[in-house]
């Protein structure tokens, strides 16, 4: 049975289970998520550190960061011994598919310090929705979870032709964890699906904004801007409850950045799944005031 980590204890979260968003460098984030006055001094990421168990890097995926940038993260959240980092595997490995071995030997110098200090949840191996289910993608698949195997690995599919079991199958024989997510019901979008594949389970919840998913021209803020409600988040507690059981880890990642929407709905599913008040700031408590019922900010204010 996992040890449960002081950060566990402190939200009343099983042992395994880490909640958290994709990324933290988002300047809508200011006035909502982060204080509007925060000084010089104010740590976005120490900040999170402090509500959630986890953080996808995002900005892996467009530059490979150098190893004094992470260990400097590993710095940053040291009080926080139950806290992770997972590293999405940078682009040139899977959308253009340019990478070199000099890229390949950057990208393991990056993961050396969070590896070292023990901070390292996975790596996040995200496939464009083009990448469809080919005998040359099968295999460019499997060359890939086999350079990067001394990692715990999540494969993220998008398009529908991976359902059934070629991805299932390709993950499980490497050890991989195979993405679950949350993205628009469109016709060839992979739905959700809780296979077990490793001892890791990972979700991804992208948002259901299926107006702006595929439009031409449209940006990442729209494209991700969506607001669960709880309703459309209960599905996914039981699936989480129901994969905790049976993985060493599972992590559970909002990527409805806008507007601090993944944060919010990250609350959300904490405090459903603890029953507990959540730390949410008050601005993000003015953008979406449904997240009263979770904060003790609003209770504490109340009492005093």
């Not at 730390?279 to 009263?292: C, F, R, S, T």
Request: glycine share 8%; hydrophobic share 40%; charged share 25%.
């Amino acid at each position: 049975m996992p040890i449960m980590t002081d950060a566990a204890v402190e939200r009343g979260l099983s042992s395994n289970i880490r909640i958290g968003t994709a990324g933290w460098s988002y300047p809508d984030w200011k006035g909502t998520v982060y204080p509007m006055k925060a000084g010089r001094a104010f740590d976005p990421l120490s900040f999170l550190a402090e509500r959630f168990q986890v953080l996808e890097v995002d900005s892996s995926f467009y530059r490979i960061p150098d190893p004094i940038r992470t260990a400097e993260w590993a710095r940053r959240i040291d009080g926080r011994p139950g806290f992770r980092f997972s590293v999405k595997l940078f682009q040139g490995f899977t959308h253009t598919r340019k990478a070199s071995l000099v890229d390949e030997r950057a990208f393991h110098r990056a993961l050396e310090p969070l590896v070292r200090t023990g901070r390292l949840s996975a790596v996040l191996v995200q496939w464009p929705w083009s990448f469809k289910n080919t005998p040359e993608n099968r295999a460019a698949l499997a060359d890939l979870l086999r350079r990067f195997s001394v990692y715990p690995l999540a494969v993220e599919l998008r398009h529908a032709s991976w359902e059934g079991g070629a991805a299932a199958g390709l993950c499980r024989e490497h050890g991989a964890a195979l993405c679950s997510i949350d993205q628009p019901d469109l016709g060839r979008c992979l739905g959700p699906s809780m296979v077990a594949t490793a001892d890791l389970a990972y979700c991804r919840l992208h948002g259901r904004n299926a107006t702006a998913w595929f439009r031409e021209g449209v940006g990442r803020n729209e494209r991700y801007d969506y607001l669960y409600s709880g309703q459309e988040l209960a599905p996914w507690v039981q699936r989480v409850r129901d994969g905790a059981v049976l993985a060493r880890e599972v992590v559970v990642i909002f990527n409805n950045h806008f507007r601090g929407k993944a944060a919010a709905n990250a609350f959300q599913f904490q405090f459903a799944l603890t029953g507990e008040r959540q730390q949410v700031p008050e601005g993000l408590i003015d953008a979406y005031p449904d997240l009263e019922t979770v904060s003790n900010t609003v209770f504490q204010r109340r009492l005093f």
